[in-house]
């Protein structure tokens, strides 16, 4: 008879997520929002943090969504009204992209639909919808260019599949880049051939979180170099 794996619970909520991205970011990091969820840890910096925080259309200390907006032209890459912080400045694409191709960022959090336990990662859709945010976009360059990637994503599909998984079965958006995976369940780094566990929601257990989880997990902390 086949074993009935337990539906996951809610865990943690997006704001949550991001407000525990936020305070876990090096003062002093220059740091790249991906498009969708991530974009909501920039409203849980508290004041006094010193993180730059970059856009990859332009914008150099950007500052929280705002709503409604002060200057409808500032915009995220993900086209929403942002504040700039004091000292903020504006470039054109080129040396925007020049900043992250040449490993200027430090830490870039990305969305994604599949994490595999090497790192891979998959987070890009494609659409015939002109009026949608373009497919790739920055992402590629911001995987393999950032110093630091982590992830922030749901640990399960709507019906409960695994995202995190031994290798990946969607296009890959990079290989081998991913350090850190933030989901509504658990913390994991990813480090050598596991997840290893930082952190879990308190309505969950490690038994549990092998079941929602294909990839091998192990518990933490990770070795420091």
């Known amino acids: 008879m086949q074993t009935q794996i337990q539906a996951p619970p809610k865990g943690w909520s997006r704001t949550e997520m991001a407000a525990m991205i936020a305070a876990e970011v ?9 498009i969708g969820s991530p974009l909501e840890i920039a409203n849980h910096f508290l004041p006094g943090r010193e993180v730059v925080l970059h ?3 332009g ?3 950007m500052g929280p969504i705002q709503d409604p907006p002060v200057d409808t032209w500032v915009v995220n890459a993900g086209k929403q009204n942002v504040h700039l912080r004091t000292g903020a400045s504006i470039t054109d694409h080129a040396t925007s992209f020049a900043f992250i191709r040449g490993g200027h960022i430090d830490l870039c959090v990305l969305g994604a639909f599949e994490v595999a336990v090497n790192g891979d990662i998959a987070n890009w859709t494609a659409s015939h919808d002109l009026s949608s945010l373009p497919a790739v976009g920055g992402a590629m360059d911001l995987a393999v260019g950032a110093k630091n990637l982590w992830v922030m994503m749901q640990h399960t599909t709507k019906t ?7 290798q990946c079965t969607l296009p890959l ?3 081998r880049a991913v350090d850190r995976v933030y989901t509504n369940l658990a913390v994991l780094d990813v480090f050598d051939g596991a997840f290893v566990v930082r952190e879990m929601h308190p309505d969950v257990s490690l038994e549990q979180l092998v079941e929602w ?6 518990e933490g902390p990770v070795p420091e170099h």
């Open 160 to 166: 409960g599949e695994p995202k995190l998984l031994n």
């Open 213 to 218: 989880t294909q990839g091998p997990i192990v």
């Open 26 to 34: 090096t003062d002093g990091w220059c740091v790249n929002l991906g």
């Open 59 to 61: 914008v150099f200390g």
């Open 55 to 57: 856009s990859e259309n």
């Open 173 to 175: 958006t990079a290989t």
